[in-house]
């Protein structure tokens, strides 16, 4: 029985070091000073610095780059929330002909490969004018986001009993505000974990930020096509920057993470 | 047609308009751009099939997609197995499987980078144990086979908890009732384990599947990073092909393939799902 604990345990450790060992790593060699990193007989530094941060940041443009990440996560959040939320109230509350078949092609269009549609969209864009925006890449992202918004939406309605609306719609109010003043404030947690994970989605996308614009570039796209010329401890320090708010997000939103992927994809 | 079909025409209109501006027209312009040649129709296609490096990409997707989704589904099922015994701190360690799942791949190949790379932590815990004096390379043209393994683990540890968390999900869904069944009519743990569980979690290991094997073919991040074009693969030589050879016929053509790729394992599995449907009758 010690055996079998210790033996059980030991798993649990392993697994815990296989999957944070990589993290630790990337934070240590962020900062790290460059000579200690380049010492093979170091592994780890005399001192932390700061300095591949600050440079990163304020000499290589990732200030910018990070603020314009900002905005196209903010940007296609409010639009995919706005156009998709819509939809997943009618996809749950409503039973209408052709249901099934919306359901399942908005299923299909998240496994399209943003790839496929990148290029299409650069020639779409030059015409209106929207190349090398952040509006343009916004917009693409809600593509990627809309859908996932579309049917997580729709579950997190699902989870919450009609009768409290009906029962508001009886006592006067209309559909509208019953579900302003009732569904609402009770889907706010399961949205705002959905809204998070958008954020990430966005946030994470590299290839069609990098090939929609040159010079208002997303972080991941800025480090895709510049940091990685520039000398190892600066792609660390990328890569610490990218990591923090996915960790972040993940810590906040653990309560719902099972049950939100359990079910994005039915 | 009723008032309620009206409303919910109407909330649903404004995504389907925008899916179809930004997905499906998109989409067809592809498949027109990568069709019109510059005599004939179907030149591009001609071409990229002449292209040695075409076959080694598809070469490369298909050995990688047929390294990772296997080792990935099998991790995941341990994992979620282990997770699931609820013990004291499982959500600690819940916590811990799930960082990778908010990571990006550049992010992956970046650290996996600050391990693998010369002066990274391997080679230089190696060196100060004193089993190796020279640092061991894994990336360059010359280690291709190094390469190639470096992104298949990089690959694995970013989206091993993509699969894992669908399979808790559903492993938390099975009635324990059956379980409890089970013991009484005294079945060992690999009993429960192969004649209960496993076929109980077929939808969500099928749908695990499908998902992971659909990204697999998109990959794109981790490889481009730790191994550029030394390791072609699909969704790699669709950026290279627009990026820096400013060609976005041979771009469409690549991304067309990808597309045709996705929609057969699609088929397949949605297939492959429903006839399960069918034979169950329920879930």
């Known amino acids: 029985m010690m055996v079998k604990k210790i033996l059980f345990w030991f798993v649990v450790f ?7 060992t990589p993290v630790v790593f990337i934070f240590l060699a962020a900062l790290t000073p460059a000579q200690d990193y380049y010492n093979p007989h170091k592994i780890f530094p005399s001192h932390f610095t700061l300095d591949h941060l600050y440079k990163l940041f304020f000499v290589l443009d990732g200030w910018k780059a990070t603020i314009i990440s900002i905005e196209v996560a903010l940007i296609s959040i409010a639009i995919s929330f706005a156009v998709g939320l819509p939809a997943g109230y009618a ?12 359901r399942l092609s908005i299923l299909l269009t998240r496994s399209i490969p943003l790839i496929v549609l990148a290029v299409p969209l650069m020639v779409i864009y030059m015409r209106f004018n929207l190349a090398d925006s952040v509006m343009g890449v916004a917009l693409a992202h809600t ?8 049917l997580i939406t729709s579950s997190i309605f699902s989870g919450i009993s009609v009768e409290y609306e009906e029962a508001a719609m009886v006592f006067g109010l209309t559909r509208f505000k019953a579900f302003i003043r009732i569904t609402l404030p009770l889907a706010l947690p399961g949205l705002a974990a959905s809204a998070i994970f958008s954020f990430i989605m966005s946030w994470n996308e ?35 920057i990218m990591a923090v708010p996915a960790m972040i997000f993940i810590f906040f939103t653990k309560k719902y993470l099972v049950s939100m992927w359990g079910i994005s994809l039915k | 047609m009723s008032e309620a079909k009206t409303v919910a025409w109407l909330l649903i209109l404004p995504t389907i308009l925008y899916l179809a501006f930004f997905i499906g027209y998109p989409l067809f312009s592809t498949f027109v751009m990568a069709l019109s040649g ?4 179907f030149d591009t296609f001609l071409n990229l099939f002449h292209d040695k490096t075409f076959w080694d990409a598809l070469k490369y997707t298909l050995m990688l997609a047929g390294v990772i989704v296997p080792v990935q589904l ?9 997770v699931n015994t609820k013990f004291k701190g499982y959500s600690t360690l819940l916590y811990i499987v799930t960082i990778p799942l908010a990571l990006s791949d550049v992010t992956a190949a970046l650290m996996s980078y600050t391990m693998f790379s010369p002066m990274g932590y391997i080679n230089k815990f190696l060196m100060n144990l004193g089993l190796i004096s020279r640092p061991i390379y894994f990336f360059g043209f010359m280690y291709k086979t190094r390469e190639f393994w470096v992104i298949a683990l990089t690959e694995i540890w970013r989206a091993t908890p993509l699969v894992f968390v669908i399979i808790l999900a559903g492993l938390q869904s099975i009635n324990k009732e059956y379980l409890e069944a089970a013991d009484i009519f005294g079945f060992t743990k690999a009993q429960k384990l192969f004649k209960i569980i496993l076929p ?24 481009w990073m730790l191994a550029g074009r030394d390791i072609p693969v699909l969704a790699g030589e669709t950026y290279y092909q627009y990026i820096n050879l400013n060609n976005p016929k041979m771009a469409s053509a690549y991304a067309m393939i990808i597309a045709l790729i996705t929609l057969i394992i699609s088929y397949i599995y949605l297939f492959g799902l429903r006839s399960k449907h069918l034979e169950e009758g329920v879930r």
């Open chain 1, 143 to 150: 593509a990627m986001i809309l859908p996932f918004v579309v």
């Open chain 2, 38 to 41: 510059e005599e004939k129709a």
């Open chain 2, 74 to 82: 099998v991790l995941a099922i341990a994992l979620a197995l282990l």
């Open chain 1, 14 to 20: 392993l697994v815990a070091a296989w999957f944070l």
């Open chain 1, 206 to 240: 590299v290839f069609v930020a990098s090939v929609l614009t040159l010079s208002n570039r997303t972080l991941p796209a800025h480090i895709l096509n510049t940091a990685m010329t520039s000398p190892d401890y600066f792609k660390f320090a990328a890569g610490m």
């Open chain 2, 200 to 223: 109980l979690l077929k939808p969500s290991i099928m749908s695990a599947l499908l998902m992971r094997t659909l990204f697999a073919f998109q990959i794109f991040g981790v490889v």
């Open chain 1, 91 to 102: 996809m749950t509350r409503y039973k209408f002909p052709g249901k099934n078949a919306i």
